[in-house]
C-alpha cells in the first residue's frame, strides 16, 4: 500500500531554514505528481507546493513563493520541500502527499519562534 514518511521537521528561529523529506513507497513514484500540505492548530490543511512527475514544474502558494523550494529524487523515492526565511506562520504539521492516491503520512511538525 501507499506509505508516505516525512522528516526533518523541528524548532527554528525566524528566519531560518529546515528541509524537510519524504520518503514515498507502494506505488510508482516517478510518474507521479507529488505535493507537501500544512495544517495549522485550528485552521484547515492547505497546499504549500506541488512538483510534476519529472520535476519540471513546480508551482507554490502565494504565501511562500520565493521562499520556499520542493524538489524530487526519482531514484530515491524522495520529494523535498526546501523552507527558508521561515516565518512564525509558516508554524504547523506539514504532510507530504501523493497526488490522486487518498493516503496521507503522519506529518512531521514545524515550529519557527525566537
Known amino acids: 500500500q501507499v506509505q508516505l514518511v516525512e522528516s526533518g521537521g523541528g524548532l527554528v528561529q525566524p528566519g531560518g531554514s529546515l528541509t524537510l523529506s519524504c520518503a514515498a513507497s507502494?506505488?510508482?513514484?516517478?510518474?507521479?505528481?507529488m505535493s507537501w500540505y500544512r495544517q495549522a492548530p485550528g485552521k484547515e490543511r492547505e497546499l504549500v507546493a506541488v512538483i510534476s512527475s519529472t520535476g519540471g514544474n513546480a508551482q507554490f502558494a502565494d504565501s511562500v513563493k520565493g521562499r520556499f523550494t520542493i524538489s524530487r529524487d526519482n531514484a530515491k523515492n524522495t520529494v523535498y520541500l526546501q523552507m527558508n526565511t521561515l516565518k512564525p506562520e509558516d508554524t504547523a504539521v506539514y504532510f507530504c502527499?501523493?497526488?490522486?492516491?487518498?493516503?496521507w503520512g503522519q506529518g512531521t511538525q514545524v515550529t519557527v519562534s525566537s
Open positions: 507502494g506505488f510508482t513514484f516517478s510518474r507521479n505528481a
Open positions: 502527499y501523493a497526488v490522486g492516491y487518498p493516503y
